[in-house]
């Protein structure tokens, strides 16, 4: 009887910790930063059979004393191999910016958005050449006179564009108040929505998304979510570019017709406070529909990052609440970063931002990877991906891929000992997440119902044969606890206390006997 009673309290013990068992798995680690060349202002494209295309602003001197800007470009092919940086369009000299956008259709073809001198102009590549500069056609002139621009190829292989730039539609508040519109925001930036169908070659009239009197358009991002819904986020008021204007707000328009329309504006003030305005959005959309937002205050007053979240379609939102475990790094030190958000294939939300954790009292900052579970509602602690004394990461962009890996791109900033240069030592590296789901299988391109363009050769300075090294960076095995995986290892703890109470018992029994 005793020994029935035993086995049964046993099986009762073990009844109740088995179902924990396989519920959590240790969180995957960041491959060790890879320097992928000189440069910044980095944007990436994965393609549909697992080619991945980085593209980035750099520049070099001929020793002629002038500053050549380029626009490099470097694959990845899906056997993890990466091509030699190459110097694929020639934008001109004199070291202005080249904001570039790069993104992949169906078909193979690159499309890479950039700034040439003031204007905005695209280039394209086939995939499968693109490490060749004579097979990079570039020079369509797609805007004039701007600043920031982005890019994408939607799921119906339409490119979708956003810039800021020179408005060249009269407002009648612009022709009233021509004066004090120099007074408050000389020259600032306008925001503007152009659409191709066709890969580049005719594009939509400029639809205007914000043409305030007194104000300019920063970090303007498009994206796409899983539902089809097209999504354009910006920060209204400070005007980087022209050093004019101040911050304002932060906000976000959609459209539910791959662009034809866009809903009004959803504005983002925060707490309204005197001296206390967002900026630096970035948005996601979750895998139920509904939409998360991060931003932060234009002040070192509060170092918070904040995040809202709306299931009507921004009718409504959560109050604002601080992301637990980051605190964002100086404003000064942020004038030219912004986060990066995305949901991945099992509905777990990534932020990328570049901050502290502990108080932000010295210069720590390192690029972490925040992640949100919204079937818990919980942030899990930062993993950090690079940290350097000398160097500080800026600008993170990732993308998703087809085994719930993630792709992730920035550029740091070096500093030189006794000088004031935060621009002498620029570089881009890469970082990798591996996947925690078997891959979706790779499609081919679609082949091309026109053949493309003949290819114009550019000027190309042969790459330097010295190898790319890599980074020794910060290595971190964790395995984080949450509010879904505490219990999952409290009920394995559980099980071998449990065992191994039965065989002690049951010793005690037969050697008593």
Not at 40 to 57: G, I, K, P, R
Not at 363 to 373: F, P
Not at 374 to 396: A, G, K, L, N
Request: charged residues 20%; contains cysteine; hydrophobic residues 35%.
């Amino acid at each position: 009887m005793r020994k029935f009673l035993l086995i049964f309290v046993c099986g009762l013990l073990l009844i109740q910790v088995v179902p924990g068992m396989g519920q959590d798995t240790p969180q995957a680690s960041w491959t060790t930063p890879k320097f992928l060349g000189d440069g910044w202002w980095q944007s990436s494209a994965l393609d549909q059979e697992n080619n991945f295309h980085v593209t980035w602003y750099g520049s070099y001197e001929a020793g002629d004393g002038l500053a050549h800007d380029t626009l490099y470009y470097s694959m990845k092919s899906s056997d993890d191999t990466w091509s030699t940086p190459l110097d694929a369009v020639y934008t001109g000299d004199g070291g202005f910016t080249i904001r570039n956008a790069v993104t992949v259709t169906s078909d193979g073809e690159l499309h890479v958005a950039y700034r040439g001198v003031v204007n905005h102009y695209l280039a394209n590549a086939p995939v499968m050449a693109s490490t060749n500069a004579a097979n990079w056609e570039s020079g369509i002139l797609i805007g004039a006179d701007g600043y920031y621009l982005d890019m994408m190829a939607d799921s119906s292989d339409n490119l979708q564009l956003v810039v800021s730039e020179r408005s060249s539609i009269p407002t009648s508040d612009q022709a009233a108040e021509v004066f004090a519109e120099g007074a408050k925001c000389f020259l600032c930036f306008d925001l503007f929505y152009m659409r191709s169908e066709d890969g580049g070659r005719s594009w939509t009239d400029q639809v205007p998304l914000s043409l305030e009197t007194y104000s300019g358009s920063d970090r303007p991002e498009i994206q796409q979510g899983a539902s089809g819904r097209l999504y354009i986020t910006w920060d209204e008021g400070l005007d980087w570019y022209v050093s004019s204007g101040s911050p304002q707000d932060v906000r976000m328009v959609y459209s539910d017709n791959g662009g034809r329309t866009w809903s009004d504006p959803i504005i983002f003030r925060g707490s309204g406070e005197d001296g206390y305005f967002p900026i630096m959005l970035a948005m996601t959309e979750l895998r139920d529909g509904s939409w998360m937002v991060v931003w932060r205050y234009a002040t070192d007053f509060d170092r918070n990052i904040y995040y809202q979240i709306s299931d009507d379609v921004g009718e409504t939102w959560t109050e604002p609440a601080p992301v637990p475990g980051i605190f964002a790094r100086s404003v000064n030190a942020s004038s030219l970063d912004h986060y990066k958000l995305v949901t991945d294939r099992l509905g777990t939300v990534h932020l990328f931002a570049v901050g502290q954790t502990d108080s932000p009292t010295e210069r720590k900052d390192a690029l972490y990877d925040i992640t949100y579970v919204p079937s818990s509602q919980y942030w899990v602690q930062p993993q950090r991906i690079y940290y350097s004394s000398d160097e500080r990461p800026e600008w993170p962009e990732a993308i998703v891929g087809p085994a719930n890996d993630i792709y992730l791109v920035w550029y740091n900033r070096g500093v030189i000992p006794g000088s004031d240069c935060n621009t002498c030592i620029l570089k881009v590296y890469y970082s990798y997440l591996p996947g925690t789901m078997a891959a979706e299988p790779t499609r081919q391109f679609r082949p091309t119902v026109t053949p493309p363009p003949t290819a114009t050769v550019f000027i190309n300075i042969e790459p330097s044969p010295t190898p790319v090294p890599t980074v020794q960076g910060v290595q971190e095995n964790l395995l984080v606890t949450t509010t879904d995986n505490y219990v999952a290892l409290a009920f394995v703890g559980g099980l071998v206390l449990s065992a191994l109470f039965c065989v002690v018992v049951l010793v005690f029994i037969r050697f008593r006997r």
